[in-house]
């Protein structure tokens, strides 16, 4: 029994050294590693390599943004009555004023279907903590089986019932709408799969009516149909993934038909969303996609950006390096 405890007793004391070897070698960075040496010439070809790939990316990108034909209309402004130019919050709020409105668009460019319609918000903080928070996911997805809604303040019940959807973000929902014509033939709008699958699938459930909603003295936005589950009402389901910026845009749908160069669409919509409480503007957007999706410059200027860095930075340290090659004490390399 004594050989056998002075054996593990040793093993212990081998197991500590070598762990404290280790730890001694970590902190004093001593283990094993590569320490590869960054010679000048290799960080010069370095920056070259970076510049050589980045700048063609950039042009690349920038052709594929500018391959996008884009319409943007505002009409947040445009659609008010001149009598009420100077109280637009009255017009918006009186129920009796008609909101209809015609903007005329003219295509100046060949747009090949799938015409993606989009409506821009301005101004709109929809990443405010308390907006953000006025939400129950559970609800969405299991409905009135969900009895906790204190998430959903101050939108969580009415008359004593809860509120399906609950929350100011559903109550807030976008209710403008739009019909285009182009010259006697209305241009069908498709409404479906416009939101993502997966929010589609997996977060409004698919036996989750909507219950109590926009049934207030203050009414918010759009309402809802309260025969069809919140799974397939995708405006909703778009308006609910929220945007991090107070500018964003969102889809509105889809035209399945090509517009040619020059054609006329008339847009017939109803200006109902108050944006003008808070200064803000609302935009109608028709564009195209290409394999980069919407038009964005800003990715392909930023590629050009850090290739055009790169190379400056090579040429700069080109002459640094021969500069010194020239000079008697030149650089110096420790190992």
Same mark, same amino acid.
Not at 156 to 181: H, K, M, Q, R
Not at 192 to 210: L, Q, T
């Given at each position: 029994?004594?050989?056998?405890?002075?054996?593990?007793?040793?093993?212990?004391?081998?197991?500590?050294? !070598?762990?404290?070897?280790?730890?001694?070698?970590?902190?004093?960075?001593?283990?094993?590693?590569?320490?590869?040496?960054?010679?000048?010439?290799?960080?010069?070809?370095?920056?070259?390599?970076?510049?050589?790939?980045?700048?063609?990316?950039?042009?690349?990108?920038? !052709?594929?943004?500018?391959?996008?034909?884009?319409?943007?209309?505002?009409?947040?402004?445009?659609?008010?009555?001149?009598?009420?130019?100077?109280?637009?919050?009255?017009?918006?709020?009186?129920?009796?004023?008609?909101?209809?409105?015609?903007?005329?668009?003219?295509?100046?460019?060949?747009?090949?279907?799938?015409?993606?319609?989009?409506?821009?918000?301005?101004?709109?903080?929809?990443?405010?903590? !308390?907006?953000?928070?006025?939400?129950?996911?559970?609800?969405?997805?299991?409905?009135?089986?969900?009895?906790?809604?204190?998430?959903?303040?101050?939108?969580?019940?009415?008359?004593?019932?809860?509120?399906?959807?609950?929350?100011?973000?559903?109550?807030?929902?976008?209710?403008?709408?739009?019909?285009?014509?182009?010259? !006697?033939?209305?241009?069908?709008?498709?409404?479906?799969?416009?939101?993502?699958?997966?929010?589609?699938?997996?977060?409004?459930?698919?036996?989750?009516?909507?219950?109590?909603?926009?049934?207030?003295?203050?009414?918010?936005?759009?309402?809802?149909?309260?025969?069809?589950?919140?799974?397939?009402?995708?405006?909703?389901?778009?308006?609910?993934?929220?945007?991090?910026?107070?500018?964003?845009?969102?889809?509105?749908?889809?035209?399945?038909?090509?517009?040619?160069?020059?054609?006329?669409?008339?847009?017939?919509?109803?200006?109902?969303?108050?944006?003008?409480?808070?200064?803000?503007?609302?935009?109608?957007?028709?564009?195209? %996609? %290409?394999?980069?999706?919407?038009?964005?410059?800003?990715?392909?200027?930023?590629?050009?950006?850090?290739?055009? %860095? %790169?190379?400056?930075?090579?040429?700069?340290?080109?002459?640094?390096?021969?500069?010194?090659?020239?000079?008697?004490?030149?650089?110096?390399?420790?190992?």
């Amino acid at each position: 029994m004594d050989v056998d405890g002075g054996s593990l007793a040793s093993d212990a004391v081998v197991v500590r050294s !070598r762990r404290n070897k280790a730890f001694y070698q970590f902190t004093q960075q001593k283990l094993p590693a590569c320490k590869p040496v960054l010679t000048p010439p290799c960080v010069i070809t370095a920056f070259l390599l970076i510049g050589a790939i980045f700048i063609p990316a950039g042009l690349v990108t920038l !052709r594929a943004s500018h391959l996008v034909v884009e319409i943007v209309d505002r009409y947040d402004t445009e659609c008010v009555p001149d009598a009420f130019k100077s109280n637009k919050v009255l017009y918006v709020k009186d129920v009796s004023i008609p909101k209809n409105c015609s903007r005329i668009l003219k295509v100046h460019k060949y747009m090949k279907a799938p015409i993606y319609i989009y409506y821009q918000l301005d101004n709109y903080y929809q990443n405010h903590r !308390r907006y953000v928070k006025s939400r129950s996911d559970q609800q969405l997805l299991h409905g009135l089986e969900q009895n906790d809604l204190s998430s959903c303040k101050p939108e969580e019940y009415d008359n004593g019932l809860p509120i399906v959807p609950c929350g100011l973000i559903a109550w807030s929902l976008f209710n403008d709408t739009f019909t285009f014509i182009r010259g !006697r033939e209305e241009l069908k709008v498709s409404r479906k799969n416009i939101a993502w699958k997966s929010d589609r699938d997996h977060k409004f459930g698919k036996h989750v009516y909507p219950f109590n909603f926009q049934n207030g003295t203050l009414v918010g936005g759009r309402k809802l149909d309260s025969n069809i589950p919140l799974s397939d009402q995708e405006d909703l389901i778009v308006w609910m993934r929220i945007a991090a910026l107070p500018s964003f845009r969102k889809m509105y749908g889809r035209i399945e038909e090509d517009l040619d160069a020059d054609d006329v669409v008339v847009v017939n919509l109803m200006n109902n969303y108050n944006t003008y409480s808070f200064d803000g503007k609302k935009k109608l957007i028709l564009s195209t %996609s %290409s394999w980069l999706g919407g038009k964005n410059d800003f990715l392909g200027f930023a590629y050009i950006f850090v290739g055009c %860095s %790169s190379i400056i930075m090579s040429a700069i340290f080109m002459l640094l390096h021969v500069k010194k090659s020239k000079e008697p004490n030149g650089w110096h390399i420790y190992r």
